[in-house]
């Protein structure tokens, strides 16, 4: 059976191309308990560990290291390519399993934690997954739409959470069109508890077409964050689909 090959979809369409760029800040934290990481331009995961726990910054790192790494093995299955709502299940209980060894650990046994935000991005399709009150917002055509429901009740306080339940949480699943110029966007709540869809939407009309413009909007992301009373921890990633000239 001949394993996923993304390179051969994304050959389908050579005039366009993704680019990515991510930022963070530490805020009034002595420590910084979010955490990004991504393969390949394909998959991009942010994590928030959860305060009120010990070892956020550990549950974190953790998650977006194994989300990646279960994409990029399971993705080779087609049965999971094929259907990757399929794959972003797996890669989840997959996070979750791996938090749940951490716990037996002597050192962490005490708790740990984490939401988590996990975007495949294809040629011309994003699916995302989601758990927690990490954010996605997609940008298009002059408008800006958040992507994603937090998983908090009426006080505040997450409802959901990798770590601290079953392994086999099923995150809540999203799929969109993702076209030349649209802008994803994945946030950790010390932005998107503080940046208004209406200032998102601005600042994103003024992001260019390179990586460099990407990153310059990830500072003034984080910046209007701290303008309008962040203390938290910050992070934000910024996919944008472009044409090639």
């Known amino acids: 059976m001949k394993s996923a090959d993304y390179a051969?979809?994304?050959?389908?369409?050579?005039?366009?191309?993704?680019?990515?760029?991510?930022?963070?800040?530490?805020?009034?934290?002595?420590?910084?308990?979010?955490?990004v990481a991504n393969f390949s331009d394909e998959c991009f995961?942010?994590?928030?560990?959860?305060?009120?726990?010990?070892?956020?910054?550990?549950?974190?790192?953790?998650?977006?290291?194994?989300?990646?790494?279960?994409?990029?093995?399971?993705r080779q299955r087609r049965f999971y390519w094929q259907d990757k709502k399929l794959?972003?299940?797996?890669?989840?209980?997959?996070?979750?399993?791996?938090?749940?060894?951490?716990?037996?650990?002597?050192?962490?046994?005490?708790?740990?934690?984490?939401?988590?935000?996990?975007?495949?991005?294809?040629?011309?399709?994003?699916?995302?997954?989601?758990?927690?009150?990490?954010?996605?917002?997609?940008?298009r055509a002059e408008v800006c739409v958040k992507l994603t429901d937090d998983d908090i009740d009426q006080f505040g306080y997450l409802t959901k959470a990798l770590g601290v339940s079953s392994p086999s949480l099923v995150p809540q699943i999203v799929t969109e069109r993702f076209i030349p110029g649209d802008v994803l966007l994945l946030a950790s709540d010390g932005i998107t508890a503080f940046v208004t869809e209406w200032k998102l939407k601005s600042l994103v009309e003024t992001i260019g077409d390179t990586q460099e413009d990407l990153g310059k909007g990830i500072d003034v992301l984080c910046d209007t964050g701290q303008s309008a009373g962040s203390r938290d921890n910050m992070t934000a990633m910024f996919v944008k689909r472009v044409k090639r000239e």
């Not at 560990?49 to 093995?73: C, F, I, K, R």
């Open 8 to 35: 051969a979809e994304v050959r389908r369409f050579p005039k366009e191309a993704t680019l990515f760029a991510a930022g963070q800040r530490l805020g009034s934290r002595n420590t910084q308990e979010d955490a």
């Open 45 to 74: 995961a942010l994590a928030d560990g959860v305060g009120g726990l010990p070892h956020g910054e550990v549950a974190s790192q953790l998650a977006v290291q194994t989300a990646v790494w279960a994409y990029e093995h399971i």
């Open 87 to 139: 794959l972003l299940k797996r890669i989840f209980r997959t996070v979750g399993l791996a938090l749940v060894h951490k716990r037996k650990e002597h050192a962490y046994n005490d708790g740990l934690a984490t939401t988590l935000t996990v975007a495949v991005v294809g040629p011309h399709t994003v699916w995302i997954g989601s758990i927690g009150d990490s954010a996605a917002y997609l940008y």
